[in-house]
Structure formats: C-alpha cells, structure tokens
Nanobody, 113 residues
Framework: QVQLVESGGGLAQAGGSLRLFCAAS??????MGWYRQAPGKQRELVAR???????NYADSVKGRFTISRDNAKNTVYLQMNSLKPEDTAVYYC?????????WGEGTQVTVSS
C-alpha cells in the first residue's frame, strides 16, 4: 500500500518558520508536492518538485517557502519562512508516479497574527 505521512505542522507566529516533512513508502515519485486547504476554500498548490529537483511555487509563497526532497529517504520537505496568517491551512503531501496520484492525510499549520 502506498502511504504518505506528513509531520512538522503546528503553531507559529507571523514572521516565524516551520518545516514540514512527508515520508513516502515504496519507490520514489516522479513528482511530489505540497498543497494546502483552508476551510471553505479549494485545495491549492503550494509547491512541487520533480525527481530531478525541478521546482515551481505558488506566487503567494515565492521567496518564502522552499521545497526539497531526499530521494534516498523518499522524503519531501517544505521549509516555510516569513509565515503569514493567511498561510494557515491543512497542508497535504502529494506523490505522483506512473499515472497514479496519492494524498497524505494532512498536517495543520496555524499562524497567529
């Protein structure tokens, strides 16, 4: 069974930092990404990274967030700096390989003003 497990969420103050972790099972994913969803809103892409390290980011997080991965550990990270209250959401890890995509269960990130 494919499994993605997020960790590292929690409470931070505006301007602070958090680092999210996603540990995946099985072979590596071609693309891994972080998405987030606030109550009443659509789930949105935050950042994604290919197996070779190519990245892209949502405009709202460019310059503040950095996605990275360790293929040997099958783990993806999201370093979040200069956090804003509007970053508050459940953050989900996603892995894609072959023609299949998989979601983690999410980790809560709350940023206080």
């Amino acid at each position: 069974q494919v499994q993605l497990v997020e960790s590292g969420g929690g409470l931070a103050q505006a301007g602070g930092s958090l680092r999210l972790f996603c540990a995946a099972s099985g072979s590596i994913f071609s693309i891994m990404g972080w998405y987030r969803q606030a109550p009443g809103k659509q789930r949105e892409l935050v950042a994604r990274i290919t197996s070779l390290g190519g990245t892209n980011y949502a405009d709202s997080v460019k310059g503040r967030f950095t996605i990275s991965r360790d293929n040997a550990k099958n783990t993806v990270y999201l370093q979040m700096n200069s956090l804003k209250p509007e970053d508050t959401a459940v953050y989900y890890c996603r892995g894609e390989r072959a023609r299949n995509g998989y979601w983690g269960e999410g980790t809560q990130v709350t940023v206080s003003s």
